[in-house]
């Protein structure tokens, strides 16, 4: 009897847990960063400061399309984060090809730091 009820607990906690890991998005296909693709090259939120010397560039685009918060991003001038709507405006940064700054909705600027993929 006791060998088959701790046999049925870990039945159950084994499905709870494979339960969990799908409802929570702990898969490979999902994402929860703030990332913005444009140009071809992905960038991701950061709390990183520009130097006083830098200055906002010229503007470069504007985010066409939400995916959602789970997805990457596929094409250019795509966004999954909430708060970035279409038509939230892109702009370089002057002296630095590493950031972009997305203004939002409420014109709040979001620095964005450029990925650099691993050879």
Known sequence: ????????????????????????????????????????????????????????GDQIGT????????KMPAGNNQSNYFYFTVGSEIYSVKGTEDYIIVKDKDHKSQLMKKVVQKR
């Open 63 to 70: 985010i066409e399309k939400k995916t959602k918060a789970t």
């Open 1 to 56: 009897m006791k060998r088959t009820l701790s046999f049925l607990l870990v039945v159950y906690l084994t499905v709870l847990t494979a339960c969990n890991q799908e409802s929570t998005g702990t898969n490979t296909e999902s994402s929860s960063a703030i990332i913005v693709v444009v140009e071809n090259k992905e960038y991701n939120g950061t709390e990183d400061k520009l130097d006083q010397r830098q200055e906002i």
